[in-house]
C-alpha cells in the first residue's frame, strides 16, 4: 500500500452508490510542500494533501469528476491546483485565488488550465473580509470570462453581506452551507437569509461541510442542506471538503456520502446535486 492511498485503509466504503459522473464540487489539494511551497503569510499549515491522494479517495468512493478549490493557505500561488487539473483536465476544474496585481494573461492561464471562478475568504480565523477594493477590481476583470466567485462566509456575515451578493454581476456560490451552526435550527435568521438568497438566479449554495457545523453521524446537518435543496435543486452542489482543513474532528467521506439521500430524497434531486449541476457550472462535458 503507498503513501498516498494508505489513508484509506481506516475508511469505509459508503453505503449509498454515487451516480455516474458524480462530481466532487468542494476539495483541495495540498503541496507536497517540497514541490509547492505553502504561502508565508498563511494563517495554518496543513498536511500535505496531494493529488494522487485525492484521486485515491475518490476512486474509494466512486467520485469521477471534481472542482479543486485553492485554499489560503496556498495563497495566490495556484500552481498545486493547476497541477492537478492538468494530470486530468477532462475530470477537473478549478477554483482560483487571485489579486488585483493578476494581469489578462494570467487570467488567461488560469483559464486554459481549467479555472472557472476564485474565491474570497471572509471568514475572521482566515483573516476576515478581504479589501473590497481588491475585490471588486477582480470581479471588475473576471465577470465577461463566464466565471463565478466563490463566497466562503461565517453565519454571523450572511445578513450583513446580503446587499452585495445581490448586487454581485456575475454567479456566485456560497460555500458549507454559509456555515450556519445545525444547533440553531432551520429557523435561524442566518439560514432564512441564506435561503432568501438561494432563490436568485446567480446564486449557488454548496451543501458541504457538515463536518464543520455537526458532529458524525451529522444528522444536525441533514435539515438545514434539506431545506437548501428544496429551494434551490438546480442550483446546489455538493463536496467532500477533503482534506478538511481546520476540521474540529476526523471525518470519514463515506458518512458525507451517505448524507446525500437524505439531502435530496429522490433520484432526481440527487442527479441534479451530484451530477447536472456541477456540469452546467463548470463545463463538464462540453
Not at 49 to 55: D, G, N, R, V
Not at 68 to 96: E, K
Not at 114 to 125: S, T, W, Y
Not at 182 to 209: F, N, T, Y
Amino acid at each position: 500500500m503507498n503513501v498516498q492511498s494508505s489513508f484509506l485503509s481506516h475508511r469505509r466504503k459508503p453505503h449509498f452508490k454515487l451516480p455516474s459522473g458524480t462530481c466532487d464540487s468542494h476539495c483541495h489539494v495540498f503541496g507536497p510542500a517540497a514541490k509547492f511551497p505553502y504561502a508565508p503569510s498563511r494563517r495554518y499549515t496543513p498536511e500535505d494533501a496531494p493529488k494522487e491522494m485525492l484521486a485515491a479517495l475518490h476512486g474509494h468512493l466512486g467520485i469521477e469528476r471534481a472542482v479543486i478549490v485553492q485554499a489560503s493557505c496556498h495563497g495566490t500561488d495556484n500552481a498545486a491546483m493547476l497541477d492537478c487539473i492538468a494530470s486530468d483536465p477532462a475530470r477537473y476544474r478549478g477554483v482560483a485565488i487571485v489579486n488585483d496585481g493578476f494581469s489578462d494573461k494570467d487570467f488567461d492561464k488560469l483559464d486554459a488550465g481549467g479555472v472557472r471562478g476564485v474565491r474570497f475568504n471572509f471568514v475572521k480565523h482566515l483573516g476576515g473580509a478581504p479589501d473590497m477594493v481588491v475585490f471588486n477590481r477582480v470581479i471588475d476583470r473576471i465577470k465577461a470570462r463566464g466565471w463565478h466567485v466563490v463566497l466562503h462566509v461565517d453565519a454571523p456575515d450572511i445578513i450583513p453581506l446580503s446587499e452585495m451578493m445581490r448586487k454581485l454581476p456575475l454567479p456566485f456560490v456560497v460555500d458549507h452551507m454559509g456555515r450556519v451552526p445545525s444547533a440553531a435550527g432551520v429557523d435561524q435568521p442566518p439560514l432564512r437569509a441564506l435561503i432568501e438568497l438561494s432563490r436568485l438566479e446567480k446564486c449557488w449554495i454548496k451543501v458541504c461541510g457538515s463536518e464543520r457545523i455537526s458532529m458524525p453521524p451529522y444528522v444536525a446537518a441533514v435539515p438545514i442542506a434539506h431545506a437548501l435543496v428544496e429551494t434551490a435543486p438546480d442550483r446546489v452542489l455538493w463536496g467532500t471538503d477533503f482534506p478538511h482543513p481546520n476540521a474540529t474532528h476526523e471525518a470519514d467521506e463515506a458518512d458525507l456520502v451517505d448524507l446525500v439521500p437524505q439531502f435530496a430524497p429522490d433520484a432526481l434531486a440527487q442527479k441534479s446535486l451530484l451530477v447536472d449541476n456541477p456540469a452546467r457550472l463548470y463545463g463538464f462535458g462540453s
